[in-house]
């Protein structure tokens, strides 16, 4: 683990510490902000050492990826219904075609951190966004443009009806073997060298825990994350070349 890790790795565990004691103390819900896959693996973790259950993670929407952790009493049931989540829906022409990133660049600019956002859903017309409750009123109020296009912005009273998230593409790659390093290298199109370097470095992620292993082999069903790359599945082992080279089909997340 980086310093750099070991020093989210703390912020995270000081974090959930105090959303523990917070819920003890007023015997009531506690929720921290928006978490990443990755920190929600190492949380399971902390809680895992502290010895408490009863929690639950959730993002405004069943399978969110970003998602709020909840600590409720241990007297009590925990539920979804608890958790201070807003979706806003994002309205404008359908004529343009703005990206999650452009909704991510807006809402940052206004001075709103990465943690108190969770999931960004687009579609051609609509985004929604779901936000920290607290924050709903201001984004309403202080949001009329993404980039140079107008919007409207309202709180979404139906989750039922969300922007369909998108398929991962599948493609296929042939690569040396099916070590960590090998498919890093495959998937970013370096060298073995500094893919090996991208995972000493903390920037890759397998199912969701940094992994600094180059020679851990993967199997169908893991997902992988290469910071500034994007997120994989390992898919279908479908043979070798007639050089001995490994062909899998990987889906990729755009």
């Not at 921290?32 to 405004?60: P, R």
């Not at 343009?96 to 452009?102: I, K, V």
């Not at 593409?169 to 073997?177: D, G, P, Q, V």
């Amino acid at each position: 683990m980086s310093v750099e890790e070991k020093h989210a790795y703390a912020l995270l565990e000081a974090k959930i510490d105090d959303t523990l004691y917070l819920s003890e103390q007023r015997r009531a819900p506690c929720f921290t902000s928006f978490l990443a896959l990755e920190e929600q693996a190492a949380a399971k973790g902390i809680l895992k050492q502290a010895h408490f259950e009863n929690y639950l993670f959730y993002g405004g929407y069943e399978k969110s990826e970003r998602a709020v952790l909840g600590i409720f009493p241990k007297e009590q049931q925990y539920s979804s219904s608890f958790f201070p989540i807003t979706p806003l829906a994002f309205m404008y022409r359908q004529a343009y075609n703005l990206s999650h990133r452009d909704f991510l660049g807006a809402l940052m600019s206004c001075g709103i951190k990465r943690e108190a956002l969770g999931d960004i859903l687009t579609e051609p017309g609509r985004a929604v966004v779901f936000v920290k409750e607290e924050l709903s009123a201001y984004i309403t109020a202080q949001i009329q443009k993404v980039g140079n296009i107008g919007v409207s912005v309202s709180v979404l009273k139906n989750t039922d009806r969300l922007p369909p998230i998108k398929k991962p593409e599948e493609k296929f790659y042939t690569m040396a073997s099916v070590r960590l390093d090998s498919v890093v290298s495959a998937l970013t199109g370096l060298s073995r060298d500094k893919g090996a370097k991208l995972i000493l470095a903390g920037n890759v992620f397998l199912n969701h825990q940094c992994r600094q292993n180059v020679s851990m082999h993967l199997k169908q069903g893991d997902t992988l994350s290469i910071r500034g790359y994007g997120k994989y599945i390992i898919g279908d082992y479908t043979g070798l070349t007639k050089k001995g080279r490994v062909k899998l089909v990987i889906k990729q997340y755009r």
